[in-house]
Structures are given as structure tokens and as C-alpha cells.
């Protein structure tokens, strides 16, 4: 069980996505821990009007049943590409977040969305 994508492969547990994006949030300086919909209450939280950073739609996006839109995964996909290019190649992390690179690559190419199942 866990957090798959309709598109590329990636693949984390849910436990695993999350300390994913917290890695991708130290990069930009934020403490996802500390943002709204990452806290003890939801509406709490550290507002995500003061991120302006193209991987924004990843970090606040929904761990599942949702979508990201090709325009969105156009934006994000060289974003994160970039965040992760000097991470160890044998990284887990790194790994699955070139195959969902990939996936978003893909779904840009087909004008689908990407689907986090």
C-alpha cells in the first residue's frame, strides 16, 4: 500500500512521500512541518501565500486521490529534476523522483492528467 501515479511508475509509502517533500521543502527553506495542512490542525500553519517556488504544487498537493494538471506538471517536472540531481543515484527518493519526472514528462506529452492513486 502506498502512493502510486497513473503515469511513470513512482511509487512511496505514504510515510515515505511525506518525508520526501520535507526533504524537497529544506531545499527551499520551509519547514513543511510548520505549513498549513501539515500541522497538528489543518487551518493552522505557516500561510503558503510566502512560497513562490515551482514545486509549491507538489509540496501542498494531496497525497492521494487526486490530480496534477499537465500545466502544472510542466512547471514542476524541471523543478524538481533539478532538486534532486545531486542527490546519491542508489537515493530511493532520487530514484522515484525521476520515474515521476518521467510520468509528468509523459502526461505532458498525451495533454492528461497525473493521477496520485
Known amino acids: 500500500m502506498g502512493l502510486d501515479f497513473s503515469h511513470g511508475g513512482a511509487h512511496w509509502t505514504y ?5 520526501f517533500r520535507e526533504r524537497l521543502g529544506e531545499i527551499i527553506g520551509i ?6 495542512g501539515f500541522t497538528e490542525y489543518p487551518e493552522a500553519g505557516i500561510s503558503w501565500d510566502i512560497v513562490s ?4 504544487d ?3 498537493h494531496s497525497d ?7 500545466a502544472q506538471c510542466a512547471i514542476i517536472a524541471p523543478r524538481l529534476k533539478e532538486m534532486v540531481k545531486d ?3 542508489t537515493d530511493y527518493d532520487k530514484q522515484q523522483a ?3 519526472v518521467g510520468g509528468m514528462e509523459d502526461v505532458i ?3 492528461e492528467n497525473l493521477e496520485f492513486r
Not at 53 to 56: G, V
Not at 64 to 70: A, G, R
Open 15 to 19: 510515510r515515505g512521500f511525506n518525508r
Open 109 to 111: 506529452a498525451r495533454q
Open 53 to 56: 517556488d515551482p514545486i509549491k
Open 87 to 89: 542527490w546519491e543515484d
Open 98 to 100: 525521476l520515474k515521476l
Open 31 to 36: 519547514d513543511l512541518r510548520k505549513m498549513q
Open 64 to 70: 492521494c486521490d487526486d490530480e496534477l494538471t499537465p
Open 58 to 60: 507538489l509540496l501542498t
